[in-house]
């Protein structure tokens, strides 16, 4: 599936506030029946509906946050090349921790090749990938489980994390802008997104290039605390002129 289609689709719809079928197939050269599959999952991200003879966009349920089974379907190969990149961070002996979100669950099938490595994290889809890769030691933060980002929100898992050493963070961000830094979607999760962020010595920042210039609910922090930024292909040019003026390392996983 042509996912940077589907995104240009969506844009388009966006841009015209609504349009036909017979419109959308001639402007993107598809079939009726590749563009039904494409609205069909722009239904389900919630920003787009349809109606007789023809589709419109969703801007009321646009900037609400999109389910988590569904999110996970979306840039999959996107996220798995961010993961991919950032994997270049993680050494042997490593203990590292791994936030939560359907872009860092990727990150387990990278480090399949590192050895002595501990992995901490609240990410229910990283524990699953994990548990049966004996070699890899497996800490699970306790908490509620929060089924609109697959993790576990801390009950007592802050209080845990005060305990644990480990030097690398590699942290989720729904949205990224140079003005207002990275941002993130669940309150319920701050208190253990801040923990992570005092604790850490090093802050890897592992998000798709869709995030690039999106600011969602809650700021977490100015760009300028990345010490890396793992994406699947390199932003705009103002995003990597930043990054060489602070030092701060910007990977794909051509790179």
Request: with cysteine.
């Amino acid at each position: 599936m042509g996912f940077e289609r589907l995104n240009q689709l969506e844009e388009y719809i966006k841009e015209q506030k609504s349009a036909t079928p017979e419109e959308l197939c001639q402007k993107f050269h598809i079939s009726m029946s590749t563009l039904r599959r494409d609205i069909s999952l722009l239904v389900q991200r919630g920003t787009v509906q349809k109606a007789y003879g023809y589709v419109s966009y969703n801007f009321e349920n646009a900037g609400k946050i999109i389910p988590f089974d569904v999110r996970n379907t979306i840039h999959t190969l996107e996220k798995q090349a961010a993961c991919s990149a950032a994997a270049s961070l993680v050494e042997d002996n490593d203990t590292i921790y791994v936030d939560s979100g359907s872009t860092t669950c990727h990150l387990i099938d990278y480090i399949q090749d590192r050895q002595n490595i501990t992995v901490i994290t609240s990410n229910l889809d990283l524990i699953l990938r994990a548990a049966p890769r004996e070699h890899i030691r497996l800490l699970a933060l306790p908490g509620e489980l929060n089924r609109k980002n697959n993790s576990f929100s801390p009950v007592s898992g802050v209080d845990l994390l005060c305990h644990l050493n480990f030097s690398k963070a590699f942290i989720a961000a729904s949205g990224l802008t140079l003005e207002d830094g990275f941002s993130h979607s669940y309150l319920s999760e701050r208190p253990l997104k801040q923990a992570v962020m005092s604790k850490a010595a090093r802050h890897y920042f592992i998000l798709d290039d869709s995030k690039f210039g999106e600011k969602s609910l809650l700021h977490l922090c100015p760009v300028s605390r990345a010490d890396a930024i793992c994406t699947n292909r390199l932003p705009e040019a103002a995003y990597i002129d930043y990054c060489h003026e602070h030092g701060i390392p910007l990977l794909t996983a051509d790179s």
